[in-house]
């Protein structure tokens, strides 16, 4: 074994002692375990290791049952269906619901499915559950809710999730291909009344369907209704859902029912009235940094449809939306007894105005700072052989686009799909070699050297994949530093203008960059001056090896020595605005 080999292999292991590789972070209470390939309901659940008597469970449902307030428990990589792998009620039995159960996948909502095979939905929260109870990391598909009666009219609730009188959180979930499909259908993916307060950030809501055509109904994606009851959805992303009657995503309905809608994406949606959010009968929403488009109506408001509501737009983008066959934003309008309202500002509304359609008692409140234009997306969504495909509504930008949709592997030998000594092994073959399209170059700056060893081994023992990168564009949006001007802008990565960009990114570290030189990159804690403070930020994030980091200066996706030297050359900066 040569000299560089024992090197490397020193150099290696010090990273991973470094950075602690292996280490979990835990919750206050237990932690119980669920395999749907390797365990059994009757041990239990206290170790992820099968076997008798402390192996995983078997179903989700056990797992929840075996659970108490404040403790975990965490579903392995399977696809689970049957018994006890949907309906899952965290009050089970008649038991006590545990307000404090979080309920996670270990390796996110890829590999963690919960097929309900259209005979029942994923989760039912009905027992006054608050928003300690969460759900994290699942995919659920394939879901239909059950008939209820209220009345004389049947209805068919929550696809995937039925919330009623609780008030859950859920995280990083996929819900598709689920439906409500008879009667007064509602909530094709989530059904959200009766008092209900539920949370919903980071989760992907695609091709859902409430199948009734009949008033009353509606909400491809999501149904909020009834007395006191409210959604908020953060950084959520609504494409291809269907409802036959109101609310392609999303539909809000009744007195004092509400939803918060922030750096949301909803795209390629579609509904008898409001492809993309509809507001009825007293209901009300706040939209701020959203992106519409591509959403359809059949007849009123292709992205948004206000029928005696109020509903508040800012910071948002509008674009490409029709209804009726025509271009259409907005449809606003009233009854004889309730007006219908729709407040505009600070976003890009196609058409302007004339993006708007007015009604008998309806209100439109035109703000300050609209513009209209081609925002210039990334890519915009469309329909492939009736199905909606994606888009990417990132902004274009001279300066720095994020794009998320690419793939980088730091697998270097086999194709198991793990980053091991196979691969560290062809690492040290390609050690100090200069030149372009290098394997093991992961930072691309043309030479594998230290580095490309430090990004190796954070990768190390854990999925072979790293996602993002970013990329300079011909065209800058007209959308960039256009926002609010009082709205947080912090969040967005430097050269920032220091404002705020309109639609999903905007005030996040995926916002498109500005042309503006306003601002120091060095001001990691954007308090207008470079000292000890932003000293002490770097030193918190010191040798990660992630993008998106507001002390990764030049943006390479690590924070190291040449990070440092950009501090150093700006230590002192004062902001002068």
Same mark, same amino acid.
């Given at each position: 074994?040569?000299?560089?080999?024992?090197?490397?292999?020193?150099?290696?292991?010090?990273?991973?002692?470094?950075?602690?590789?292996?280490?979990?972070?835990?919750?206050?209470?237990?932690?119980?375990?669920?395999?749907?390939?390797?365990?059994?309901?009757?041990?239990?659940?206290?170790?992820?290791?099968?076997? =008798?008597?402390?192996?995983?469970? +078997?179903?989700?449902?056990?797992?929840?049952?075996?659970?108490?307030?404040?403790?975990?428990?965490?579903?392995?990589?399977?696809?689970?269906?049957?018994?006890?792998?949907?309906?899952?009620?965290?009050? %089970?039995?008649?038991?006590?619901?545990?307000?404090?159960?979080?309920?996670?996948?270990?390796?996110?909502?890829?590999? &963690?499915?919960?097929?309900?095979?259209?005979?029942?939905?994923?989760?039912?929260?009905?027992?006054?559950?608050?928003?300690?109870?969460?759900?994290?990391?699942?995919?659920?598909?394939?879901?239909?809710?059950?008939?209820?009666?209220?009345?004389? %009219?049947?209805?068919?609730?929550?696809?995937?999730?039925? &919330?009623?009188?609780?008030?859950? *959180?859920?995280?990083?979930?996929?819900?598709?291909?689920?439906?409500?499909?008879?009667?007064?259908?509602?909530?094709?993916?989530?059904? &959200?009344?009766?008092?209900?307060?539920?949370?919903?950030?980071?989760?992907?809501?695609?091709?859902?369907?409430?199948?009734?055509?009949?008033?009353?109904?509606?909400?491809?994606?999501?149904? &909020?209704?009834?007395?006191?009851?409210?959604? *908020? /959805?953060?950084?959520?992303?609504?494409?291809? !859902?269907? +409802?036959?009657?109101?609310?392609?995503?999303?539909?809000?309905?009744?007195?004092?029912?509400?939803?918060?809608?922030?750096?949301?994406?909803?795209?390629?949606?579609?509904?008898?009235?409001?492809?993309?959010?509809?507001?009825?009968?007293?209901?009300?929403?706040?939209?701020?940094?959203? *992106?519409?488009?591509?959403?359809?109506?059949?007849?009123?408001?292709?992205?948004?449809?206000?029928?005696?509501?109020?509903?508040?737009?800012? !910071?948002?983008?509008? @674009?490409?939306?029709? +209804?009726?066959? =025509?271009?259409?934003?907005?449809?606003?309008?009233?009854?004889?007894?309730?007006?219908?309202?729709?407040?505009?500002?600070?976003?890009?509304?196609?058409?302007?105005?004339?993006?708007?359609?007015?009604?008998? !008692?309806?209100?439109?409140? @035109?703000?300050?700072?609209?513009?209209?234009?081609?925002?210039?997306?990334?890519?915009?969504?469309?329909?492939?052989?009736?199905?909606?495909?994606?888009?990417?509504?990132?902004?274009?930008?001279?300066?720095?686009?994020?794009?998320? !949709?690419?793939?980088?592997?730091?697998?270097?030998?086999?194709?198991?799909?793990?980053?091991?000594?196979?691969?560290?092994?062809?690492?040290?073959?390609?050690?100090?070699?200069?030149?372009?399209?290098?394997?093991?170059?992961?930072?691309?700056?043309?030479?594998?050297?230290?580095?490309?060893?430090?990004?190796?081994?954070?990768?190390?023992?854990?999925?072979?994949?790293?996602?993002?990168?970013?990329?300079?564009?011909?065209?800058?949006?007209?959308?960039?530093? /256009?926002?609010?001007?009082?709205?947080?802008?912090?969040?967005?990565?430097?050269? %920032?203008?220091?404002?705020?960009?309109?639609?999903?990114?905007?005030?996040?570290?995926?916002?498109?960059?500005?042309?503006?030189?306003?601002?120091?990159?060095?001001?990691?804690?954007?308090?207008?001056?470079?000292?000890?403070?932003?000293?002490?930020?770097?030193? =918190?994030?010191?040798?990660?090896?992630?993008?998106?980091?507001?002390?990764?200066?030049?943006?390479?996706?690590?924070?190291?020595?040449?990070? @440092?030297?950009?501090?150093?050359?700006?230590?002192? @900066?004062?902001?002068? =605005?």
């Amino acid at each position: 074994m040569n000299c560089r080999f024992l090197t490397l292999i020193m150099l290696f292991w010090m990273v991973l002692v470094a950075w602690g590789v292996g280490l979990e972070v835990t919750c206050l209470g237990v932690s119980y375990y669920v395999d749907g390939k390797a365990g059994n309901d009757d041990w239990s659940g206290l170790s992820p290791i099968p076997g =008798d008597p402390n192996g995983p469970k +078997a179903t989700i449902q056990a797992g929840i049952d075996a659970a108490s307030d404040a403790d975990e428990v965490i579903v392995a990589d399977a696809v689970y269906m049957g018994q006890g792998n949907k309906d899952l009620d965290f009050s %089970h039995n008649g038991r006590d619901p545990y307000r404090g159960i979080l309920i996670r996948s270990a390796n996110g909502p890829d590999k &963690c499915i919960i097929d309900c095979e259209e005979e029942g939905r994923g989760f039912n929260f009905h027992s006054g559950e608050s928003p300690e109870a969460v759900v994290d990391g699942f995919t659920i598909q394939n879901g239909k809710g059950y008939v209820e009666y209220v009345g004389d %009219h049947p209805w068919l609730t929550g696809g995937a999730i039925r &919330c009623v009188e609780s008030s859950p *959180t859920v995280i990083n979930c996929v819900f598709q291909n689920s439906m409500v499909n008879i009667g007064h259908g509602a909530g094709g993916g989530v059904f &959200c009344g009766d008092g209900a307060a539920m949370t919903l950030i980071d989760c992907v809501m695609r091709n859902n369907f409430v199948g009734c055509d009949i008033t009353g109904g509606g909400g491809g994606g999501i149904y &909020c209704g009834g007395v006191d009851s409210s959604v *908020t /959805v953060i950084r959520c992303h609504f494409s291809g !859902n269907k +409802a036959m009657y109101a609310g392609g995503a999303i539909l809000l309905k009744g007195q004092d029912s509400e939803a918060i809608l922030a750096n949301c994406t909803i795209e390629g949606n579609t509904a008898g009235e409001g492809g993309g959010v509809c507001v009825w009968e007293g209901a009300s929403a706040e939209l701020v940094n959203c *992106t519409l488009s591509g959403n359809t109506a059949v007849l009123f408001g292709g992205a948004i449809r206000c029928h005696t509501g109020d509903v508040d737009v800012e !910071n948002c983008i509008l @674009w490409g939306n029709f +209804a009726g066959g =025509d271009p259409e934003e907005i449809s606003v309008d009233g009854d004889s007894v309730v007006d219908g309202t729709i407040s505009v500002s600070w976003s890009l509304v196609a058409g302007g105005c004339e993006g708007v359609s007015q009604g008998s !008692n309806g209100q439109l409140n @035109w703000g300050d700072g609209n513009i209209d234009g081609d925002p210039c997306f990334a890519v915009s969504g469309s329909y492939e052989e009736s199905q909606w495909a994606a888009g990417d509504y990132h902004l274009q930008s001279e300066i720095g686009r994020w794009d998320s !949709n690419f793939y980088r592997s730091r697998e270097l030998a086999g194709n198991d799909d793990v980053v091991n000594l196979r691969d560290f092994a062809e690492f040290c073959l390609s050690w100090g070699v200069v030149g372009d399209d290098l394997a093991a170059d992961f930072d691309r700056d043309g030479m594998v050297n230290v580095s490309d060893l430090c990004m190796l081994a954070l990768d190390f023992m854990g999925p072979s994949v790293a996602r993002g990168r970013w990329l300079c564009d011909s065209v800058t949006s007209i959308c960039i530093d /256009v926002g609010r001007e009082d709205t947080d802008w912090t969040g967005e990565l430097w050269p %920032h203008g220091k404002r705020i960009n309109m639609g999903a990114y905007g005030g996040t570290a995926n916002a498109g960059c500005s042309l503006s030189e306003a601002g120091s990159p060095a001001d990691i804690d954007r308090d207008g001056t470079v000292d000890s403070k932003d000293f002490m930020a770097m030193a =918190d994030f010191w040798l990660v090896r992630e993008y998106l980091l507001t002390a990764d200066m030049n943006r390479d996706g690590a924070v190291d020595l040449r990070d @440092w030297v950009w501090l150093v050359e700006q230590w002192g @900066w004062v902001d002068s =605005d």
